[in-house]
């Protein structure tokens, strides 16, 4: 017996020893960022340009990019020492904005490649940190980084105009090793998060859900003597004409017009714990009480306050089907390495495990009046801008704007309008007028080819056959090639150490995991 277990022992003992090889190799296995293309002095040569003021379609039009920017759009112009580039009648636009992603350090491994890839040329990054590294999250100084790299020719990536601060959330969302203060649970706290941010260059703070009053109210005050401003959830405690008033530029999901615009809305303000309130129950009576005149009052406070909404429909799309199959087996979750997409789906369980088959019913009627409630307020006058909150649960990177631009078609606005929220209006949002979301002399050269027409169907935004970001060309072949890089990386056998080392080493992560 003796013999036995020592032979056991030594088993067990070599096992070990093979399962900590196996997590250091992984750990240290270099999986590199695709290749990038170096921006060139570039003529398209007749392309079918779509006019995103008029809705017109300009054929046979030529658009010369010298320096990384457009210097002329017309009709047979001159070459001079630019590479010609035959679109062959294609439909142009302007490169897509995603105005709401989240980026991990992986990031120029796994989800920029899968933007470029989708035409997603810019993007909003709606997270941070406190310092200037995390092992798990991007920070600030990384998305400038990228940014500088991506504007070069040197990165496969979105551009990111703007950085944002961790979310602002009470104080249980700071990392050890940081004062809790700044989460801002008070007005002493909110105004020295405001100033360590300020210090680090942050554009944007960004409150989360259940900050409370105090702190959200001098969180915008003084941000604004700082000359920043609120863009994210709105804190439960605070109503939204509140919000409206202290200065907030953007609000983040569709829960905002359902939770808003009911008669119950005060009360819920009052809850210390959401999921206890957000019921089976709760949807239906927000859902039958629903008021389209609150709704029409705070729609145009938003109006007049120049207030922005980002719905991110994709996320309630979770809620609404957590529990189907065919949802939950997406052929693109190849592109998904599997710790995330292990994540994913114990979300999705989560969810279903909440409710019962009334529950998810209420699910669905909330995720598609949430849809319906984008048209109302685009009809209104709000600003609707396309985000997706990739990678949060089956938001895919880069295929997920194309959801939600399919989504906003289902809202009631026009394919034109579509278009304009993941182009024109983002970079109006972002103070980029004329230099981005349009193709136009003087504007960046990100400009996106498609086989087939978005405004006849936006369906039609998925034909994607070249990208150009910054003067560098992306033709089809290429970027079939960056899906074939990323599918191989997410399958990659180091990705769980990879992943468990980096998530496990970040403070940003156990901080999550653990409210």
Same mark, same amino acid.
């Given at each position: 017996?003796?013999?036995? &277990? ?10 070990? &020893? ?43 039009? +030529?658009?010369?990019?010298? =320096? ?9 112009? *001159? ?28 990031? *120029?491994?796994?989800?920029? *490649? &899968? ?37 070069? $020719? ?18 249980? /969302?700071?990392?050890?090793?940081? +004062? ?16 360590? =941010? ?15 009053? /105090? ?19 709105? @804190? ?27 008669? $119950? ?26 008021? /389209? ?17 980002? @719905? ?34 114990? +979300?999705? =369980? ?66 034109? +309008? ?20 349009? &193709? ?13 027409? *978005? ?24 970027? =079939?090639?960056?899906? /074939? ?31």
């Amino acid at each position: 017996m003796k013999k036995i &277990l020592s032979l056991l022992a030594r088993a067990v003992l070599g096992l070990g &020893l093979l399962f900590g090889l196996y997590l250091a190799a992984g750990i240290i296995y270099p999986l590199s960022a695709p290749e990038a293309i170096a921006p060139r002095d570039l003529l398209l040569r007749d392309v079918r340009l779509i006019d995103l003021d008029t809705g017109a379609i300009r054929d046979g039009t +030529d658009i010369l990019v010298r =320096d990384g920017r457009i210097a002329e759009v017309g009709r047979e112009l *001159p070459a001079a020492d630019a590479e010609v580039l035959d679109a062959n009648g294609r439909y142009a636009l302007p490169g897509l904005f995603d105005m709401h992603v989240h980026s991990l350090r992986m990031a *120029p491994v796994l989800t920029h *490649p &899968l933007q470029v890839a989708a035409g997603v040329t810019a993007v909003r990054d709606m997270g941070g940190c406190l310092g200037e590294h995390d092992s798990w999250v991007a920070c600030a100084a990384d998305k400038r980084q990228w940014n500088r790299d991506v504007i070069a $020719g040197r990165m496969v990536g979105p551009r990111f105009d703007v950085v944002t601060s961790l979310a602002i959330n009470g104080g249980k /969302e700071i990392p050890s090793g940081w +004062d809790p203060a700044l989460g801002s649970a008070t007005a002493a706290g909110a105004r020295a998060r405001v100033e360590h =941010d300020a210090a680090r260059g942050i554009d944007f703070l960004k409150p989360y859900s259940m900050l409370p009053r /105090e702190g959200y109210f001098a969180l915008a005050e003084a941000a604004a003597e700082q000359d920043l401003y609120l863009a994210g959830h709105k @804190p439960v405690r605070v109503s939204a004409l509140e919000a409206i008033e202290a200065g907030q530029r953007s609000f983040e999901h569709a829960f905002l017009f359902i939770w808003e615009c009911f008669p $119950g809305a005060a009360e819920v303000r009052e809850t210390e714990n959401l999921r206890e309130v957000y019921t089976h129950a709760m949807r239906e009576r927000m859902l039958d009480k629903h008021s /389209e005149a609150m709704c029409d009052a705070l729609m145009d406070n938003m109006v007049a306050a120049g207030a922005a909404y980002v @719905p991110t429909h994709t996320t309630r799309k979770l809620d609404a089907y957590s529990a189907d199959p065919d949802f939950r087996d997406d052929p693109r979750l190849r592109y998904v390495p599997s710790p995330l997409r292990t994540l994913w789906l114990v +979300d999705a =369980d989560s969810m279903a495990g909440r409710t019962d088959a009334a529950g998810l019913g209420s699910y669905r009627r909330f995720y598609e009046f949430g849809i319906a409630q984008s048209g109302r307020a685009h009809a209104r006058g709000v600003q609707v801008l396309a985000g997706t909150d990739s990678p949060d649960s089956f938001a895919f990177p880069g295929f997920a704007l194309h959801d939600e631009l399919a989504h906003l078609a289902q809202s009631g606005m026009s394919n034109l +309008d579509v278009l304009r929220a993941a182009t024109v209006e983002p970079a109006r949002f972002l103070g980029l007028e004329g230099r981005a979301g349009v &193709l136009a002399a003087g504007a960046r050269a990100d400009i996106l080819l498609l086989d087939a027409d *978005p405004l006849a169907d936006i369906e039609n935004i998925r034909t994607v056959n070249t990208v150009v970001l910054a003067g560098a060309v992306y033709d089809r072949e290429y970027l =079939d090639a960056l899906l /074939e890089e990323v599918e191989s990386a997410a399958g990659h056998w180091s990705m769980w150490p990879k992943f468990a080392w980096q998530a496990l080493r970040s403070p940003i992560f156990r901080a999550q995991a653990a409210d």
